[in-house]
């Protein structure tokens, strides 16, 4: 009778200790996940971040925010890049030699694939945040305006490619950030280990 009685016994302290054990691996798991993640601080700090770019439509412009600043993703039109080369005499560094951008960003649309417009939407002149004045001839900025941005703290114009106009105190184009795509429909703001030259 008590042998049958230890018996049980023995079996409870097992299950007890099992139990004990399980709860134990969770509790120990949980900090190592969770240091995988990146905090929202780390985040503020400059993560890079992801970007769906699969359904933007052409002619149209995304917002997202990196390192606290906003960043502009503008899926270009033909006829866009056509503005793009159009504005080419109007501007004051058309070949972005005084300009902040990465090297694959160094060209003539200022990107690394001339349908995608990668820019940080921060006017060079002070920080004002400029507006999307993507239709040629708006005349809520002139009779002659070839499509761009439009800075309305002190007028200043950057094209559809980000690039400054003459004429207005911003001393640069706006900044084209890194990046670098992931696939297709994606690319990675903050980071362009993987992008080509
Ligand atoms: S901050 Fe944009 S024109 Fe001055």
Known sequence: MSEEVDQGRRRLLVA???????????????PF????????????????????ISKLEAGAMLN??????PVWVVRRTPEMLKQVEAATPLLLDPNSDGSVQPRYAKNADRSAKPEYLVVLGV???????????????DVTVSADWPGGFYCPCHGSKFDLAGRVFKGVPAPSNLTVPPYSYLNDGRILV???ATQAA
Do not use: N
């Open 190 to 192: 903050g980071s362009d």
């Open 16 to 30: 007890a200790t099992a139990l004990t054990g399980a709860a134990g691996a969770v509790l120990a798991a949980t």
């Open 33 to 52: 996940l969770a240091s995988w993640k990146p905090s929202a601080r780390a985040k503020a700090l400059g993560a890079p971040i992801e970007v769906d």
């Open 64 to 69: 997202v925010e990196w390192r606290g600043k």
């Open 123 to 137: 006017c060079t002149h002070l920080g004002c945040a400029p507006m999307a004045k993507f239709q040629a001839a």
